[in-house]
């Protein structure tokens, strides 16, 4: 049996220290307090105890000052806890603006991973050091939850939403994944490791290479075999709007509202065309609901996201989505042009 | 003291036979009818318990297969909370005493009573086939989709048993909030009240206002279940989410429907044993108000990492902060009442402080789960399974424990030897801490909740637990030896062991069928220890 007794976790993100160090004071606040309840009662129980069997207490007149006083001090303490927590879930919850991204899937029960140069990984996530990492993730059945506790950093992972969580490692290791919702028989198999490389390991796993090209390009041909070609076109002329620039820009809809085109919104016009219908065109594309997995649709959100990050200088009839061989050095990661910092949230 | 003796006729041998039981009204009857049903729920939760305890000794799940493990989990649960501790202090010492400590000869509504026992059984009958006919696998929290499109297990029969307890909760709160409002003594002014029943009372309006919407989502996951009608179901534009809103909206609040009663016991006893009028008495009154009002408010922050938006976890969490004061000024008052005090250490009192300190602890680590970006990381792990066995086994189990020493020899007449008491008392306290203490270390490292195998280096920590669970086993096994020997074999109690003043003591142990000969007077207030007779008619 194993007999070492660890009392503190391995921090190996940006965030580790600062939920540590708020961890810490709330240690030290909450020690002093049941200090100084349990000195309070262990004094009065000896100074006051009962000498003779029929001797009562006191009377000791109640102090307003004091009830006032012990009401007012958990409040100030309380509410700066809150401030302080606040803050820190903040940062937790908004990742930078520059960040490389990672698409998760999880199922009963694994961990399915898609890297946009096109990697798929089962339980393993590998990420270099030192970068941003940014995390969508979905869920095929039931809810889960993406738990690394090294990095301090948790999001359930629901079905039919798009979570993003993220995180910048600072150490090279290996550090447990858990699936931290309960999710049915195999809830504790739900494990897996996250693989944090220096960055020149890194870029020699990466090319290792992938089998099927980069999601964007997965994303393309799947646009070409659900025939969305057919009326997405390009030039803007099809039943259907064109997609080119589409995404993190503003859509107008035909009800007069105005939505942001982030991931939700791609995933919803497929799942369900009829719920948000573009200005100027007619409710007449079909439901895709059934047809495409989630993980192709994250390919597809890939691909919509690859029309609009168009290098500068590049004519646009050059316009091609992401094609390199596998193997290839990767490219700068996409800028974020047009995202919106409230567009990374759920 | 050895010329006491038993009263000749009282409530329990009026009449005799299984008939006068389970046909009677008499609240005090009733109340043992409750006893002896959540003792038997307890029992079987707690084999659960350690099933479970067994289990996670070792890192591979080896003990049972992970589909039983996640049974047990459930079923601990489940049985445990509705079917142990939410009727608990209720449905047995509320019902005892809620009618003589108001000065009344029973209850508002005596029927209605008895059909809440029956409720409880018949709903407790499905859950428990539930349990025989495989288990259930969801967990306690029945969480969608997982209860509703891929668990396997009897969830139908669990949910129709609590939603059918829950009506047990209703009535009984109902039956409670109108008879403190309508039945006290005269005299008996609300401010004379003792704080018992204000906590009794907090309790029931949070059992009317918040069950009926525990059944509501219960319902909608038969539903869905059955019909697949789409509520929780994204496909159909419904939202998983929406379930864990309305679960706990009633099961947040349902934590202090579980630790308000003991908060009350505790007030009880710190006056009794301390002999002393509760320092801050409408402080400590208002306090458990405020806690029955707020509680309502803070739902969210079992749902921060579930994908609400930042504005709304900020809300949450801010009121969360806030509902912690009144619990906080209870602990600085009943601390402040030993000062000057006539303090006596016996079997209670020690369950008393024992509650103090622990819920102390639990409810500061519910701070812990408050602040925004350490939830993130504790959250769904042991640390939560340690908060909350705080509050329910340190904080609500204690009170229950406290509640049934006090009044075990108003109840039958007859003491338990209290050396022994105090032994089982300190045996609790020592396996609770060794028990849960080491989870919140576990919660910090990491491990997850609801796990049936394990990383092997978290092993440590679990045997420290495992053992500790075996000292607590035998903590709880001890007084019922004693108490089940006391019946017959008890020093016989007379009408007030402990010298405490509140109405019950007034009345011989144990009380007769109709509590008072006369209806009592009453000139002053719940613990005027000050006074020479205190609260006597």
């Given at each position: ?9 391995a921090?190996?993100?940006t965030?580790a ?16 307090a ?5 000195l309070l ?31 007012a ?30 698409y ?49 950093m ?15 490692a ?12 309960y ?12 693989v ?11 090319s ?9 390009s ?9 025939a969305?070609?057919?009326?997405h ?8 709007p ?27 016009s ?23 997995s989630?993980?192709?649709?994250l ?7 690859s ?7 590049t ?7 992401d ?6 050095p ?15 949230r759920? | ?11 329990a ?13 008499d ?10 049903s ?10 659960f ?14 003990l ?10 459930t ?29 009344a ?22 859950t ?21 499109h891929?668990?396997?297990?009897n ?5 129709v ?6 009506f ?14 309508t ?15 204000w906590?009794i009372y ?12 525990l ?11 059955a ?14 989410l ?9 099961s947040?609040?349902a ?84 000062y000057?005090?006539s ?16 819920f102390?602890?639990?409810g ?16 769904d ?9 705080y ?5 609500a189990?204690m ?24 032994i ?8 609770f ?7 919140f ?10 796990y ?29 030896v ?6 017959k ?7 007030d ?8 003591w007034t ?5 007769p ?14 613990y ?6 205190g609260?006597?008619?």
């Open positions: 049996m194993n007999w070492s007794l660890p009392l503190f976790p921090g190996a993100s965030m220290g600062k939920v540590d160090a708020l961890y810490l004071g709330l240690i030290a606040v909450s020690g002093l049941v200090s100084v309840i349990a009662i262990i004094v009065f129980g000896v100074r006051y105890r009962r000498r003779l069997p029929d001797q009562r207490g006191a009377t000791v007149v109640p102090s307003l000052a004091l009830e006032i006083g012990w009401t001090v958990p409040l100030v303490v309380g509410l700066v806890m809150f401030v302080l927590g606040a803050h820190v879930y903040l940062a937790q919850a908004r990742p930078p603006a520059e960040t490389m991204d990672v998760v899937v999880g199922k009963q029960w694994m961990w399915k991973f898609q890297h946009p140069d096109g990697q798929r990984e089962i339980n393993e996530l590998h990420v270099p050091v030192g970068r941003a990492v940014r995390l969508t993730a979905t869920s095929e059945d039931v809810i889960h939850s993406f738990f690394v506790p090294a990095f301090r948790k999001a359930d992972v629901i079905p039919g939403r798009y979570t993003t969580l993220w995180f910048n600072t150490k090279a290791g290996e550090y447990h994944l858990f699936c931290a919702e999710c049915g028989t195999q809830h504790s198999g739900m494990i897996g490791r996250i944090v490389m220096d960055p020149n390991e890194y870029q020699a796993w990466l290792g290479g992938a089998d099927g090209g980069s999601m964007a997965q994303g393309q041909k799947l646009f070409q075999d659900f969305c070609s057919t009326c076109l390009e030039s803007g002329q099809g039943r259907g064109s997609l080119q620039g589409l995404y993190g820009g503003k859509v107008a809809l035909a009800n007069g509202q105005v939505v942001e085109a982030d991931d939700a919104y791609v995933r919803e497929v799942l369900s065309p009829t719920a948000k219908v573009v200005a100027g065109f007619q409710p007449i594309m079909p439901t895709f609901q059934g047809l495409v989630e993980e192709q649709l390919a597809l959100i890939e691909y919509v996201k029309l609009q990050a168009r290098p500068q200088g004519p646009a009839a050059g316009q091609q989505p094609t390199r061989k596998p193997g290839a990767p490219a700068p990661r996409r800028q974020p042009a047009g995202r919106a910092p409230g567009g990374a759920n | 003291m050895d010329s006491l003796t038993l009263p000749r006729t009282h409530y041998n009026a009449e005799y036979g299984l008939r006068s039981w389970l046909l009677t009204t609240h005090k009857r009733i109340a043992l009818l409750f006893l002896g959540i003792s038997a729920f307890f029992l079987i939760g707690g084999i318990a350690m099933l479970i305890r067994l289990e996670l000794l070792t890192p591979p799940g080896d049972v297969s992970d589909d039983t493990y996640n049974k047990l989990f079923m601990h649960g489940i049985v445990m909370i509705f079917m142990f501790l939410i009727p608990s202090i209720p449905a047995v010492f509320g019902n005892f005493f809620v009618p003589i400590m108001v000065g000869k029973d209850l508002a509504f005596p029927r209605l009573n008895l059909l809440s026992w029956y409720i409880f059984i018949t709903g407790g009958m499905f428990l086939a539930a349990i025989a006919l495989g288990g259930v696998d969801t967990g306690w929290t029945f969480y969608t989709p997982f209860s509703t891929a668990s396997q297990s969830v139908m029969l669990a949910a048993g609590v939603f059918i307890m829950g047990s909760s209703i009535l009984t709160g109902l039956n409670f909030i109108v008879t403190i409002h039945m006290r003594a005269p005299g008996l002014t609300w401010f004379r009240l003792p704080l018992f029943i906590a907090a309790t029931s309006l949070i059992n009317v206002l918040g069950t009926p919407v059944a509501i989502s219960l319902v909608a996951v038969a539903l869905e279940r019909f697949h009608i789409g509520i929780f179901d994204p496909a159909y534009g419904g939202d998983p929406l379930f864990q809103h309305l679960f706990w909206f009633y947040h609040p934590v202090y429907i579980m630790v308000l009663p003991s908060m009350g016991v505790v007030s009880e006893l710190v006056a009794a044993f301390s002999r002393k009028n509760i320092f801050g008495y409408t402080f400590v009154a208002f306090s458990s108000l405020a806690i029955a009002v707020f509680g309502f408010l803070v739902w969210g922050h079992h749902m921060f990492v579930a994908g609400m938006s930042v504005y709304s976890a900020m809300i949450f969490s801010v009121l969360s902060f806030l509902v912690a004061v009144p619990s906080a000024v209870k602990v600085f008052n009943w601390t402040a009442t030993l000057r005090g303090i006596s250490f016996q079997t209670p009192m020690l369950y008393a402080l024992g509650f103090i300190g622990l102390t602890i639990g500061l680590t519910g701070l812990f789960l408050a602040t925004l970006a350490v939830d993130v990381h504790v959250t792990t042991y640390f939560v399974v340690a908060h909350f066995h509050i329910m086994v340190g904080g189990l009170g229950y424990l406290g509640a049934l020493h006090y009044w075990w020899p108003k109840m039958t007449g007859r003491m338990y030897p209290d050396l022994i008491g105090r089982a008392a300190v045996t609790v306290f020592i396996g801490n060794l028990t849960f203490f080491p989870q270390v576990l919660g910090y490292l990491g491990m997850p909740r609801r049936h195998a394990y990383p092997p280096e978290f092993q440590a920590l679990n045997v420290l637990s495992t053992a500790g669970a075996s000292i607590l086993a035998v903590g709880f096994l001890i007084p019922a004693y108490l089940l020997w006391s019946l074999y008890g020093k016989v109690a007379g009408p062991p402990w010298g405490a003043l509140s109405l019950e009345i011989p142990s144990p009380p069928t109709f509590n008072f000969d006369e209806t009592p007077v009453i000139t002053g207030p719940a005027a220890y000050d006074q020479r007779e609260q006597r008619a």
